[in-house]
């Protein structure tokens, strides 16, 4: 049984073949993928699972934190699945021209989520937004 599956579990959650698909193609792909391909991954591994199951499932196992959402540039939704302990949790920066998706310490932005709170009462989360940028090797192009 996969770390994902344990943590349906000790939720009381099912494990069913729609999850165990979409968490298998995730643990394949690995990376930041997107639901598309996510739904590639799942229709090559477990072909009878439905186009609309890979969707809604990796909204559910968002929701219970078995897989993290990023949202990535002009619209995009990439997953992964979660981190096993809070020290593996990371932020994610997105290359503007690339596209690569680089990731970043955790408590990159403490500073900045502390000021946003004390100046305006805000809680940020960017965990689920990449920041955008320019990588390495697209900088050393220019």
């Known amino acids: ?14 494990v069913t073949a729609g999850r165990r698909a979409v968490i298998r193609a995730l643990a394949h792909l690995g990376g930041h993928p997107t639901a598309a391909q996510v ?9 009878g699972v439905h186009r609309a199951t890979v969707y809604r499932t990796l909204e559910t196992l968002a929701t219970l934190g078995v ?10 939704t990439a997953y992964h699945l979660a981190a ?27 500073d900045v989520r502390e000021r946003v709170r004390a ?16 990588c390495a090797d697209c900088t050393r192009l220019d």
Do not use: K, N
Request: charge should be negative; proline fraction near 5%; glycine fraction near 6%.
């Open 67 to 76: 897989v993290t959402h990023v949202h990535m540039t002009h619209g995009t």
């Open 84 to 110: 096993r302990t809070a020290s593996r949790a990371h932020l994610h920066a997105r290359c503007r021209l690339c596209g690569a998706v680089v990731d970043l310490p955790p408590d990159l932005l403490d």
């Open 1 to 14: 049984m996969s770390y994902a599956e344990a943590q349906l579990r000790e939720q009381a959650q099912r």
């Open 39 to 47: 739904e590639t991954a799942v229709t090559e591994l477990s072909p």
């Open 119 to 134: 100046a305006g009462g805000f809680e940020v989360d960017p965990a689920h937004v990449a920041l955008s940028g320019t």
